[in-house]
């Protein structure tokens, strides 16, 4: 079998679709037209063509001229009887295609919901694995009527067309179908028996879930956790759940891999985008509730974190990139205005105070300004020791080490790393 992927958008991906195109054995042909605007050239050469996502409505002939072609070239393969999947925009174009209104701006959904299948969805062979209702992760504000022939197979309260077919091998599904893991196993997919699952293992352990070893479906080689006992989700979670090793012979390394490697990455990558508007929503509700229902760290932000002890004080506003990276010891305080750009790991150790106004930068752009422009850096960590007092409106750049018991004074600019019980003071910080 032969399949014909179009990517309207930069590093969309296929998701979980890829591990049943390559179960099933699948060459598949990739069109990026977001980058030249060339499509297959006629139907003959592919047996099923999958059409993704983008930031772009189905509409936008004007400035993606390549659409009205895609929605023919769409049409056709539907009508010799080819397999047509679309997701997200592609959901958009194949509706476009068969005569159905799109209807943009109409159904805003952002985060993790439930979807719910319908009675022809629990009878559809796809879809009646799902029960009568499972979550995904919603990020569209576009939907479309109902083609004339189609019949429903999901829906929620604000898309009422989630999944639906026109005939037995056309599949609309308006949501991408894609999660993926922090750790060492990267399952792209969200099943709900698996919502809640953890991992019994040891961090950097075989992953195990219900007494066995979770393996790679390509490899069969184990699984690894990143870390122990935490629950799927998007953004900080990752999947104990029989997946895909990310051997380099495995699976390419998407630029979140190449950022948590301390590799270069290009940061405007969607999968980035994603979860740093992720960390805006839990940023915002701390932000915004009232002190005596956000307690000293708002459940979002709390949940954000790679870790956080219980008696850690963020006093509000506070702004962090991702979230995902930040590990806060016991009794860490942080004053108001602090900022932590936590593209590379921020570790904080015990009873750390920072006074307000404090910015860690981790993120370090590169310095030729042509690849500057495109969005490549690379992400540094920084570790703070314990009983570490940061006066306001100190700067802690990338990579920068401190030791127990430092003091950095107010207004410090720290570019090296400060020896245990140092005191540093200055542009760049000095020892006093």
Not at 144 to 171: D, K, M, T, Y
Not at 303 to 316: D, H, P, R
Not at 338 to 366: K, N, W
Request: hydrophobic share 40%; net charge neutral.
């Amino acid at each position: 079998m032969r399949v014909a992927v179009i990517e309207n958008m930069r590093n969309t991906g296929l998701g979980a679709l890829a591990a049943a195109l390559d179960e099933a054995g699948a060459e598949i042909d990739w069109f990026r037209v977001w980058q030249d605007g060339v499509l297959p050239k006629d139907i003959s050469g592919h047996d099923a063509l999958v059409v993704l996502g983008g930031e772009q409505s189905a509409l936008d002939d004007e400035t993606h001229p390549y659409l009205p072609e895609l929605v023919r070239l769409t049409r056709r393969f539907g009508d010799a009887g080819k397999a047509v999947l679309g997701i997200c925009l592609g959901s958009q174009i194949l509706a476009r295609a068969y005569g159905a209104d799109n209807l943009l701006g109409a159904a805003r959904e952002f985060g993790w919901h439930k979807i719910g299948v319908t009675g022809e969805g629990r009878a559809d062979p796809l879809l009646s694995a799902l029960g009568g209702e499972f979550t995904i992760f919603e990020w569209h504000a576009d939907t479309f009527s109902l083609p004339e022939g189609a019949v429903r197979l999901a829906s929620s309260p604000v898309a009422e067309n989630q999944a639906l077919p026109n005939r037995p091998r056309r599949l609309w599904h308006p949501v991408p179908l894609r999660g993926q893991c922090r750790g060492r196993c990267a399952m792209e997919s969200r099943i709900p028996r698996y919502d809640r699952a953890h991992c019994a293992g040891l961090a950097g352990k075989p992953c195990r879930v219900g007494g066995k070893t979770s393996r790679c479906r390509r490899c069969r080689g184990p699984c690894h956790c990143a870390r122990l006992g935490q629950p799927d989700r998007i953004g900080g979670g990752h999947v104990a759940v029989p997946g895909f090793c990310l051997r380099s012979d495995a699976m390419p390394a998407s630029e979140r891999d190449k950022m948590a490697a301390g590799e270069w990455y290009c940061c405007l990558d969607d999968e980035l985008d994603l979860l740093r508007r992720q960390a805006r929503i839990a940023v915002h509700a701390h932000n915004t509730l009232p002190p005596d229902e956000r307690g000293a760290v708002a459940p979002a932000l709390r949940e954000l974190f790679a870790q956080v002890a219980l008696n850690v004080v963020i006093e509000a506003p506070f702004h962090c990139s991702y979230g995902i990276n930040i590990t806060l010891g016991e009794r860490v305080y942080f004053n108001a205005g602090c900022t932590i750009l936590d593209s590379g790991r921020v570790t904080v150790g015990d009873r750390s105070m920072f006074g307000p106004g404090v910015q860690i930068y981790c993120a370090e752009h590169h310095k030729e300004p042509a690849l500057r422009s495109t969005g490549i850096e690379i992400a540094r960590p920084v570790t703070i020791g314990s009983d570490v007092w940061v006066g306001g409106s100190a700067i802690i750049l990338g990579g920068i080490s401190i030791g127990d018991r430092a003091i950095v004074g107010a207004g410090a600019v720290v570019t090296r790393d400060v020896p245990a019980g140092a005191t540093v003071v200055g542009n760049p910080a000095r020892i006093r």
